[in-house]
């Protein structure tokens, strides 16, 4: 495009007698005057000659002059700096040498065209420590890729094995990209990556992150992650946003993967997350730990994504005992996953609303739980308080009908309401821990269709038993206007259906009424 504008430039050149000199110090030029030597200096590549000497202004009071060489300096293509795209020769030189060139101008769109771009080398400068990328993106560069889905990096294995002397043992990792510490407002868009076919046998070599961001306010759109070795695709912190991107296969879930352990797709920390409309999934169910979305910070939200076979979907939480502020999971679609959302640590003011379970309570978790445990049963568990559970659906197909959907503890000043609960034994379950839970209302939530086989746990049932080691008071704990399935054999609350306690504690049970 770029070759076809300077080429209407000379052509203009040849047929129009006077010209608009950005050198406002050249005055218009006599016919008689309109040399070869003119003509050679607008042909020229040299500093301040060719477009540089050609003015560029749009229509307009406001707007600003400018010369046409600046104008098109705004957007590059990796190919003027050399890349080939042909999945061989090492293209990653071209993208650093394209970097530092819109570095200089504080930012700009490199363009990616069509091709699959070989990375068989990395930039000498750590990401942080030990992360290394094969380019680092500055504040405001914009990378983008073709929009058909044509645009690939391809990761050489070799660079596994040329990590820099020092690296420490557990923490080195390669990435495809990565983003500098302090950098704001970097753009990867419409970009594959292509993992070419590289597996972990190690354990000290931990990841090949697809996008590694030291930097905030980073946005990731339009990527499609697939087969990646490691323990993460794409980790950012603050202000980072990734969406409608697809992420399929990870950690041991990739064929002859068997180093990677305790991965997610994406990891966050920080605070002023947001993570939309993407789809991650494994193609059969989850082997190892791979979870779809690790939310280590606060205000974030994760909204409108679908999860499929994750182990789990989401952890959320800061980790370290701090708490965690005003996260939001709303409007996701879970579907066969070892636990949908797993909470870690503490958590203030957390809303999971709207959202949509199948058959997410696979053992060895449930569906929504809080704190993670041991899974021998809880012994401790931080605060979590005003906490809303509301307008979501859970569903049990071909799942587990026994294992609850919510098991929760530590719960203060919280609200499980409006949520549809259908094929579930023991829906609702609160687990006695350390931290007291009280000023919780289950209400307006409709319970349907429990099993034919009985349990010894009601829909709603407060567990004050841990394996027989902790006995546990629950306060002022309302379940109100709630719809049951019917058992007419059972007075209303029974041991049964709908309610159970095996705690201590205020507790009332009011205006619930029975299905036929």
Not at 304 to 327: E, H, S
Request: aromatic share 10%; charged share 15%; hydrophobic share 40%.
């Amino acid at each position: 495009m770029k070759n076809n504008f300077l080429s209407c430039w000379l052509f203009l050149l040849t047929i129009i007698p006077v010209l608009v000199f950005a050198d406002s110090s050249v005055t218009a030029p006599n016919p008689k005057l309109y040399s070869d030597a003119v003509r050679a200096d607008f042909a020229s590549t040299a500093s301040g000659k060719g477009m540089a000497l050609v003015g560029y202004m749009l229509a307009g009071a406001s707007s600003v002059a400018s010369t046409v060489q600046v104008k098109l300096g705004e957007v590059v293509s990796v190919k003027d700096y050399g890349a080939v795209a042909n999945g061989v020769t090492d293209d990653a030189p071209a993208f650093r040498k394209a970097i530092a060139y819109l570095t200089t101008r504080g930012g700009g769109t490199l363009l990616i065209p069509a091709g699959s771009y070989f990375l068989d080398s990395f930039d000498s400068t750590a990401v942080t420590q030990d992360e290394y990328a094969t380019f680092v993106l500055t504040s405001g560069v914009i990378l983008k890729g073709e929009s058909n889905n044509s645009t690939s990096l391809k990761m050489s294995a070799k660079l596994q094995s040329r990590m820099p002397t020092g690296t420490v043992q557990g923490g080195g990792r390669i990435n495809f990209i990565g983003v500098k510490s302090g950098a704001v407002g970097a753009i990867v868009r419409d970009i594959n990556f292509d993992y070419n076919g590289i597996v972990l046998k190690d354990l000290s070599f931990r990841s090949y992150n697809a996008v590694r961001s030291a930097g905030n306010d980073i946005l990731i759109e339009r990527i499609r992650v697939i087969n990646a070795p490691g323990r993460n695709m794409v980790v950012a912190t603050s202000g980072a946003t990734v969406r409608e991107s697809v992420f399929t296969n990870g950690n041991q879930n990739v064929a002859g993967n068997t180093a990677a352990v305790d991965s997610s797709f994406i990891y966050l920390n920080g605070k002023d997350n947001l993570v939309e409309n993407n789809v991650f999934s494994n193609t059969v169910t989850a082997v190892s730990n791979s979870g779809g979305v690790e939310v280590h910070a606060t205000n974030s939200k994760v909204l409108n994504n679908k999860f499929v076979n994750l182990y789990p979907a989401i952890y959320d939480g800061v980790q370290g005992g701090t708490v965690a502020y005003n996260n939001q999971i709303k409007g996701n679609y879970f579907e066969n996953c070892k636990g949908g959302i797993v909470a870690v640590d503490k958590h203030r003011g957390w809303i999971i609303a709207d959202n949509h379970f199948v058959d997410s309570n696979v053992a060895p978790w449930w569906t929504i739980m809080t704190p993670r445990d041991d899974l021998t049963g809880v012994t401790s568990a931080g605060v979590q308080e005003n906490v809303t559970i509301e307008n979501n659906t859970f569903e049990t197909i071909n799942g587990d009908p026994q294992r609850p959907y919510i098991r929760v503890t530590g719960f203060q000043n919280s609200v499980i309401k409006g949520n549809n609960f259908n094929g579930n034994i023991c829906p609702v379950c609160f687990m006695v821990s350390t931290t007291e839970t009280k000023n919780v209302s289950v209400t307006d939530n409709l319970f349907k269709n429990p099993p034919s086989s009985r349990f010894a746990y009601g829909q709603v049932h407060l567990s004050g038993d841990n394996n027989g080691k902790w006995g546990g008071a629950f306060t002022n704990i309302l379940v109100k206007n709630n719809r049951f399935l019917n058992d007419k054999a059972l007075p209303v609350p029974s041991n049964i259906h709908p309610f159970s306690s095996s705690g201590t504690g205020s507790i009332t049970f009011t205006n619930n009424k029975a299905l036929d």
